[in-house]
């Protein structure tokens, strides 16, 4: 069995700009501790939206849209990550389109983790064996108290959800045009030691 690697997750509708910026930043920390990572892009997935028929809320707690679509293949790479991390912009106060369909078709492991006792278990007693998970959001206002507290608690919800642990939030204001992230040398910083922290969360899964 191959070796688990980190996951860097680009949550932008815009491929080319400020979240794939700050990847490669992060990558550059990963690469001065000779780590790598898995890359991928929401907008290389076909994600359907929710339907909420809620066939999903009874065993086998499969959603009735896997068939036709890539959500098996997402949550693969989540299983497969030795740790995480999600790059995403603030559209209107909240995620974008395509990671909030992702985050709604997990309802699934919601309910499988509802109706699972060691799941729980797991839940409030365990809480070092959750897979590490970093969270990097920015957004176009430079400044605004509320910016990025609805894509915080939706994330919340999400990682705990996957069964994952938390453990750092990156937030940045002003960051709009293609190259806003990178004339900002403190946040370019903190991105390539989020890099290497993300190799160093993954070697202790």
């Not at 990963?30 to 929401?42: E, I, L, R, W, Y």
């Not at 983790?113 to 060691?118: F, H, I, V």
């Amino acid at each position: 069995m191959s070796k688990k690697i980190p996951l860097i997750v680009l949550c932008s509708h815009r491929k080319h700009g400020n979240s794939k910026s700050a990847c490669e930043k992060i990558l550059q920390g990963m690469q001065k501790v000779n780590g790598d990572a898995t890359v991928v892009s929401v907008c290389d997935y076909s994600i359907e939206h929710c339907i909420a028929c809620n066939k999903c809320a009874v065993e086998p707690f499969v959603c009735v849209l896997n068939k036709n679509d890539d959500m098996p293949k997402f949550l693969q790479l989540i299983e497969n990550a030795s740790a995480i991390v999600f790059l995403s912009p603030i559209y209107f106060y909240a995620l974008p389109a395509r990671i909030k369909a992702i985050m709604d078709r997990s309802q699934p492991l919601w309910h499988k983790a509802r109706n699972s006792t060691e799941y729980k278990k797991t839940e409030h007693e365990n809480i070092e064996q959750k897979k590490a998970v970093f969270t990097f959001l920015y957004g176009g206002q430079e400044h605004g108290k509320k910016l990025f507290e609805g894509a915080k608690l939706s994330l919340h919800c999400f990682y705990n959800t996957l069964n994952l642990s938390l453990k750092d939030t990156i937030l940045a204001y002003g960051i709009d045009n293609f190259d806003d992230l990178l004339k900002c040398e403190d946040l370019t910083e903190q991105l390539i030691s989020l890099g290497e922290r993300l190799w160093q969360a993954g070697e202790c899964e």
